[in-house]
């Protein structure tokens, strides 16, 4: 089985709420044949249902950054009654009922493509993140190890920064930080282990390392209203006001209706 694997871009993270590829540890990315092998020859009928059902999921994956996601569902459906083993459609079906609340069906549509593949290293990564996100740390991290055994897995860093955060956000400081220094270990320049390093360094108290993790995040790519809050956050603890002044203005002039930006209008009332 080929086991490639794709990013999803800018506008598809959009569509389903997501950051785009490099910053976000929440970034899914699920496995899918190259995008020019729908046009090889095939020599049986299994391949030709194999292709169809990619060159479906392959124009759903367009229709969600498009944000046209009732044609996305049409286009997984058909791609699944081609081949109802084809792991990508699974994932990405999965992600699309994750991105309009049906929970339940997208935990279906995770447990079947992992069923399909259970080493996957991107389809347990997937998994584990949903889990996270659901309030279950400790089964999202079965997954996100099990990703990590994957030794085809090709995003490691991906895998560590998500498991790192979600330990973060359960307050397990000790547990996270080795594995985003593993994230970083890997890929010195991953915006998103940069960005969950600071807000841990931040939260154990030490502002001044929190500041240096952010200034490599702010270094690699665009702000976010994560990073904006935080370096707001941080410059306030070390007393620099005139800094904070400046990520809270940035934050509500390029964020106005983020949760982050209502949070600070609420605090400064």
């Not at 729908?38 to 392959?58: E, F, Y």
């Not at 991105?99 to 998994?127: M, V």
């Not at 997954?143 to 397990?172: E, H």
Request: aromatic fraction near 8%; proline fraction near 5%.
């Amino acid at each position: 089985m080929l086991r490639k694997s794709i990013c999803v871009p800018a506008a598809m993270a959009l569509a389903l709420g997501l950051a785009a590829c490099k910053h976000d540890p929440g970034i899914i990315k699920y496995p899918t044949p190259m995008a020019n092998l729908k046009n090889a020859p095939s020599d049986s009928p299994q391949q030709d249902q194999q292709s169809a059902a990619q060159t479906h999921t392959q124009l759903a994956a367009a229709y969600i950054g498009q944000g046209r996601l009732k044609e996305a569902q049409d286009a997984l459906t058909k791609a699944l009654g081609f081949d109802g083993k084809y792991i990508p459609a699974h994932t990405m079906l999965a992600i699309l009922d994750w991105r309009i609340g049906r929970l339940q069906d997208a935990d279906k549509e995770f447990r079947t493509a992992i069923s399909l593949d259970p080493s996957n290293g991107d389809t347990n990564n997937n998994y584990g993140k949903f889990l996270c996100e659901q309030g279950k740390p400790q089964d999202a991290m079965r997954y996100f190890k099990q990703a990590l055994a994957d030794p085809f897995y090709k995003t490691p860093a991906v895998a560590n920064t998500n498991a790192g955060s979600c330990l973060l956000k359960g307050g397990d400081y000790a547990a996270a930080e080795p594995y985003l220094h593993k994230a970083l270990e890997i890929d010195a320049n991953y915006g998103a282990a940069l960005l969950a390093m600071s807000r841990l360094d931040y939260r154990k108290g030490d502002a001044f390392a929190a500041r240096g993790y952010l200034q490599r995040f702010e270094a690699a790519g665009q702000a976010t209203p994560e990073s904006l809050l935080l370096g707001y956050q941080i410059a306030t603890r070390l007393g620099d006001k005139e800094t904070a002044t400046n990520y809270s203005n940035r934050l509500q002039d390029q964020f106005p209706n983020s949760e982050q930006a209502q949070s600070l209008n609420g605090s400064s009332q």
